[in-house]
C-alpha cells in the first residue's frame, strides 16, 4: 500500500527553473526554430525534432531514426549507467536484455536469478527497493487530449506496457516503484528494437505527440506568415514532477530509513532535467 505518511520530514524533488521558451522563439522563421529547439534541449532530439516539424507544419523527415533513438537511450541505461549507479560492472558490448526479456511472472523469477541481460540489475533494483518503496498510485494515463494539462498523470514508459505480465506481477508485489519502472525500460527497448512503438500523431486540434524515450513528447505552435508567434511544449518530465505526481508521490512512499536512497531513486525514474534534492533525514 502506498503510505504518504512517510515523508514527515519533507523529502521532495526541486527542478531547475524552466528556459524562457516564448522569448527565444517568438518571431522566428519555422525553420530556425526548429533547427534552435533540439539544440537548447538535447536530449531526445529526434523525439524533439520530429514534434517540432509535425507542429510546425514542415516535412517530418526519417521516421526511423525514432525507434533507434530510444534504443540506443535505453540500453545505455539499462547497460551502462544504472548498473554502475549500484555498483555493478558495465555490460558494454554484450546484448543488452541476453536475449528476448521473460514474458511472464515464472520466467521472471529465473531471469532475476540469472547473471544474463539485466538480471543483475534487477536484482540490485530489488534489493535496494523493497515492496512499497519509492512507489507511486495508480494514475491516469496521458493521451494527446490531456498531455497539456500539468496533473499526475502517468507519462512514461511504464504507460506502454502496463498490461504486459510480468508489469502487472512486479506492481502486485512490489507497487508502481524502480523495480516496475526499469523492468518497463526493458520491455521498450524490446518493443523499439522490433519498430513496436506508438505512431507519432497530429491531433486535430495541432497537437504533435511523439512517443521519447521516457515516454510522450508533445508540441503545439501557432504560425503566421512563416514565423512562429507562440509555442508550447510538454515532455514526461513535466508530469513525473508535477504536484502530486510519481516523483513527490515516490519519494513520500520512502521510509526515513531509506532517505539515503533518495537521489538513486531520483535517477532511476530518470527525469530528463537537473532536479534537486531538499528536506529528508540524508537528501
Not at 172 to 200: E, H, I, S
Request: charged share 20%.
Amino acid at each position: 500500500m502506498l503510505d504518504l505518511d512517510r515523508n514527515v520530514s519533507g523529502l521532495r524533488a526541486v527542478p531547475a527553473p524552466p528556459l524562457p521558451l516564448a522569448r527565444l522563439v517568438e518571431g522566428r522563421e519555422v525553420e530556425a526554430v526548429a533547427e534552435l529547439l533540439p539544440r537548447l534541449f538535447n536530449l531526445c532530439r529526434v523525439a524533439q525534432t520530429l514534434g517540432l516539424r509535425m507542429a510546425l507544419g514542415l516535412e517530418r523527415g526519417e521516421s526511423g531514426a525514432l525507434a533507434a533513438e530510444i534504443a540506443r537511450e535505453h540500453a545505455l541505461k539499462l547497460s551502462v549507467v544504472w548498473p554502475v549507479r549500484l555498483g555493478l560492472p558495465a555490460q558494454v558490448g554484450r546484448e543488452v536484455l541476453g536475449g528476448d526479456f521473460p514474458g511472464d511472472a515464472d520466467g521472471f523469477a529465473r531471469y532475476m536469478r540469472g547473471d544474463v541481460g539485466t538480471g543483475p540489475l534487477l536484482r540490485a533494483v530489488a534489493g535496494r527497493f523493497g515492496p512499497g518503496e519509492g512507489v507511486c498510485g495508480v494514475m491516469p494515463v496521458v493521451t494527446p487530449e490531456s498531455i497539456f494539462t500539468l496533473s499526475a498523470q502517468e507519462n512514461s514508459i511504464a504507460a506502454r506496457h502496463l498490461v504486459h505480465p510480468v508489469m502487472r506481477h512486479v506492481e502486485a508485489y512490489y507497487g508502481r516503484g524502480p523495480l516496475w519502472r526499469v523492468v518497463a525500460r526493458a520491455l521498450d527497448l524490446q518493443a523499439a528494437l522490433r519498430g513496436d512503438l506508438p505512431m507519432p500523431q497530429l491531433t486535430p486540434d495541432g497537437v504533435a505527440v511523439v512517443p521519447a524515450a521516457r515516454g510522450l513528447y508533445a508540441v503545439r505552435a501557432e504560425v503566421r506568415a512563416g514565423r512562429v508567434w507562440h509555442l508550447e511544449r510538454v515532455t514526461p518530465t513535466d508530469h513525473l514532477m508535477a504536484c502530486g505526481g510519481p516523483m513527490a508521490q515516490a519519494l513520500a512512499s520512502l521510509p526515513r530509513a531509506k532517505h539515503a536512497e533518495a537521489g538513486l531513486l531520483v535517477d532511476l525514474l530518470d527525469p530528463c532535467s537537473p532536479v534537486t534534492l531538499e528536506g529528508g533525514a540524508d537528501a
